[in-house]
């Protein structure tokens, strides 16, 4: 079912006769999510050989197959856009090492990336399509300092629900509900209309929590506790299964992105929560400010657990009426993120 709509896109892609430089405003059913896009591309690119061009013709050549496999025209020539396939809102890179590579750009935290890998003979054997702030994640070299940081402007250390409802916005496109059997909605599928909580259902649900302990694998082991954590949360919110592809926002079906603060500094990433920008992969006509936030305080047990105290939940619009902002330095020069062994093997 869902190959056939993805069929049925791209086949409405072709038939529109737009361009890879077309903005999709005025037709956000052609918008594909970074799934979709990952789908495609690994369907009809896994084996393009890429091993006898020069680099430049390589990235022609790569760039023409990427047009081709979405239903694009190919251009006679590219243009030196960015990004490079801006309808899509994408950029796309063939890295042969583990480095990936992005000349005199900041990463856009909303941009997707397309990253293929060649195999030694040239041809692509894997593909991964990810977003701006998952870039952000993969970066432990301090190239890519975080920009946005946070913290709670009170001394309060109780649990407290900032946000009464979602956003107009929110409520607009998604319809959310308060009682809703969630068993057959998988985390990191794309939000539903009337199968995501409301902002107040989240709440009360995510407060289960409170006293309860999750594993502390370390200090340096803060994707792995923030796992521990998505799968408790997965399971409180009884969605089908636990699954985690790296992404923002963490729990994508419902709209929510997670933190766990076992100190006072919160990072937030590339994107402020109350920006106005676009968060298509989310929904057609939601912003990041409509999305919702979830911040866990916890507190370091003997026995490597946390203990979970208190809760602050909100929607991005009213993220700051409880927390200060502070951001950090802009980076704009050649960046260097290695990416992990296993980067390509969670492509699906």
Same mark, same amino acid.
């Given at each position: 079912?869902a190959?056939?709509? =993805?069929?049925?896109?791209?086949?409405?892609?072709?038939?529109?006769?737009l361009?890879?430089?077309d903005?999709?405003?005025d037709?956000?059913?052609l918008?594909?999510?970074?799934?979709?896009?990952?789908?495609?591309?690994?369907?009809?690119l896994?084996?393009?050989?890429?091993?006898?061009?020069?680099? *430049?013709?390589r990235?022609?050549?790569?760039?023409?197959?990427v047009?081709?496999?979405?239903?694009y025209?190919?251009?006679?020539s %590219? =243009?030196?856009? @960015?990004?490079?396939f801006?309808?899509?809102d %994408?950029?796309?890179y063939v890295?042969?090492?583990?480095?990936?590579?992005?000349?005199?750009?900041?990463?856009?935290?909303?941009r997707?990336?397309?990253?293929?890998r060649?195999?030694?003979?040239g041809?692509?054997?894997?593909? &991964?399509?990810?977003?701006?702030?998952?870039?952000?994640?993969?970066?432990?070299?301090?190239?890519?300092?975080?920009k946005?940081?946070a913290r *709670?402007?009170?001394?309060r250390?109780?649990s407290?629900?900032? !946000?009464?409802?979602?956003?107009?916005?929110f409520?607009? +496109? %998604?319809?959310? /509900?308060?009682n809703?059997d969630? !068993?057959e909605?998988?985390?990191?599928h794309?939000?539903?209309?009337?199968?995501?909580l !409301?902002?107040?259902? =989240?709440?009360?649900?995510? /407060?289960?929590?409170?006293?309860?302990?999750?594993?502390?694998?370390?200090?340096?082991? +803060? *994707?792995?506790?923030?796992?521990?954590l998505?799968?408790?949360?997965?399971?409180?919110l009884?969605l089908?299964?636990?699954?985690?592809?790296?992404?923002?926002?963490d729990?994508?079906? @419902?709209?929510?992105?997670?933190?766990?603060?076992?100190?006072?500094?919160?990072?937030?990433?590339l994107v402020s929560p109350?920006?106005a920008?676009?968060?298509?992969?989310v929904?057609?006509?939601?912003?990041?400010r409509?999305? &919702?936030?979830?911040? %866990?305080?916890?507190t370091? @047990?003997?026995g490597d657990?946390?203990?979970?105290?208190?809760?602050?939940?909100?929607?991005?619009?009213?993220?700051?009426?409880?927390f200060?902002?502070?951001?950090?330095?802009?980076?704009?020069?050649?960046? @260097?993120?290695? =990416?992990? *062994?296993d980067?390509f093997?969670? !492509?699906?």
């Open positions: 079912m190959g056939s709509h =993805l069929a049925e896109k791209i086949l409405a892609i072709k038939k529109s006769t361009s890879i430089y903005l999709l405003n037709r956000p059913d918008f594909l999510t970074i799934d979709e896009i990952e789908t495609a591309l690994t369907e009809k896994v084996g393009l050989a890429l091993g006898n061009y020069p680099i *430049r013709t990235s022609k050549v790569f760039k023409s197959a047009c081709d496999a979405l239903g025209p190919i251009p006679t %590219f =243009l030196k856009t @960015q990004p490079r801006p309808g899509q %994408f950029d796309s890295q042969k090492a583990n480095n990936l590579q992005i000349w005199n750009e900041e990463v856009s935290p909303t997707r990336y397309v990253i293929a060649p195999d030694t003979d041809k692509i054997e894997a593909l &991964r399509v990810v977003t701006g702030e998952a870039i952000a994640e993969l970066d432990r070299t301090g190239t890519l300092t975080k946005y940081q *709670r402007r009170s001394e250390t109780c407290c629900l900032l !946000s009464e409802k979602d956003t107009d916005n409520v607009g +496109e %998604f319809a959310p /509900m308060n809703l969630l !068993s909605i998988s985390p990191t794309k939000p539903i209309k009337r199968k995501v !409301s902002v107040k259902s =989240l709440y009360v649900r995510l /407060m289960k929590l409170i006293g309860t302990t999750i594993p502390d694998p370390g200090n340096d082991q +803060e *994707r792995n506790r923030g796992a521990g998505q799968r408790a949360i997965c399971s409180v009884k089908k299964d636990y699954a985690d592809k790296g992404q923002w926002p729990i994508l079906s @419902q709209a929510l992105e997670v933190k766990l603060q076992t100190a006072g500094t919160i990072d937030l990433g109350d920006s920008a676009p968060a298509q992969e929904g057609i006509t939601i912003r990041h409509d999305v &919702r936030y979830a911040v %866990f305080y916890g370091k @047990q003997d657990i946390v203990m979970l105290d208190s809760l602050v939940v909100s929607t991005g619009k009213d993220f700051f009426t409880e200060e902002k502070f951001g950090g330095k802009i980076v704009n020069a050649k960046l @260097q993120i290695p =990416l992990p *062994r980067f093997a969670k !492509s699906k």
